[in-house]
């Protein structure tokens, strides 16, 4: 059974850096595009980076330059890294795990909140 699990949210300070993880198992990770979502209150879900299988990652562009995605095969593991954290990157973050071939699958984490303060 697929399962995804978030972890390293909080609160900080505008300017400051949190790292968030995402440990996942059930899945056959390496084959995966793995990516963070986010929904902020009264806001639609919104793809804040991507990494696929391959390595290639993706950026939303209001977190380019602040925000780094990586993953490690090994350990079944996708890390967000976040810096310059700025009030209006409060929100929930959600850890996806997606694939079309040579079937479709998408997984989702239960979420971390994240809370930046001015």
């Known amino acids: 059974q697929a399962q995804l699990v978030e972890s390293g949210g909080g609160l900080v300070q505008a300017g400051g850096s949190l790292r968030l993880s995402c440990a996942a198992s059930?899945?056959?990770?390496?084959?995966?595009?793995m990516a963070w979502y986010r929904q902020a209150p009264g806001k639609q879900r919104e793809l804040v980076a991507r990494i696929t299988y391959g390595g290639t990652t993706f950026y939303a562009e209001s977190v380019k330059g602040r925000f780094t995605i990586s993953r490690d095969n090994a350990k079944n593991m996708v890390d967000l890294q976040m810096n310059s954290l700025s009030p209006e990157d409060t929100a929930v973050y959600y850890c996806?795990?997606?694939?079309?071939?040579?079937?479709?699958?998408?997984?989702w984490g239960q979420g971390t909140q994240v809370a930046v303060s001015s």
């Open positions: 996806n795990a997606n694939k079309n071939w040579p079937s479709r699958a998408d997984y």
């Open positions: 059930g899945i056959i990770f390496r084959i995966y595009t």
